[in-house]
């Protein structure tokens, strides 16, 4: 597997004619998404390769480069794990312990909100009432109710055309 990897770094992307007209139609945001392009087309279009895998092998190669550099600088290594214990993630527990103590939490800005001190102005709207508690609006009608009892309407059971009249008493 590990000749996979060194093939796959060693191989030019940018003389690729595919990768990058593919590339320009695509925008990619940082580094990590342009790895992710480059995995995908190489096993696609080269030959298979697995990202997990490479991810641990790249990681492990780093680790292996760093330990020789290590060796040879002490003073740059007691640097770069000062500035990992800054970065590392603090648990539930830690947040709720520094919050509680009154410390500052690192990692976190602090908005700069002030309070406006003006009093609130008035709705301009009105409230819409619930439909239990609306009023309800009687309508005057034009005509008087006696002449609507004469109305003839079709009775809706019967097959025979609207020639009867039903008379509704009110």
């Known amino acids: 597997m590990e000749s996979v990897f060194s093939r796959f770094d060693s191989y030019n992307f940018e003389a690729d004619e595919r990768f990058v007209d593919g590339l320009k139609t695509l ?20 030959e298979p390769i697995d990202q997990q895998s ?7 190669s780093c680790n292996n480069q760093q330990d020789q550099t290590a060796q040879s600088n002490p003073e740059s290594n007691e640097t770069e794990t000062s500035a990992d214990g800054e970065t590392k993630q603090l ?21 700069d909100v002030q309070p406006s ?17 609306r ?5 005057q009608l034009p005509c ?26 009110w």
């Open 91 to 111: 648990s539930f527990a830690e947040v709720m312990q520094l919050v509680q103590e009154g410390k500052e939490v690192p990692g976190v800005t602090k908005p």
């Open 27 to 46: 925008n990619y945001r940082d580094q990590t998404e342009l790895l992710k392009l480059k995995l995908f087309f190489y096993n696609r279009f080269v």
């Open 135 to 139: 009023t309800h609006r009687w309508v």
């Open 54 to 60: 490479y991810r641990r092998w790249i990681s492990l």
């Open 144 to 169: 008087d109710l006696g002449s609507l009892r004469q109305l003839a309407f079709p009775h809706r059971m019967t097959s025979k055309p609207a020639q009867q009249t039903v008379q509704y008493d």
């Open 117 to 133: 001190n003006q009093s609130p102005t008035p709705s301009q709207m009105q409230r819409v009432q619930k439909p239990t508690r």
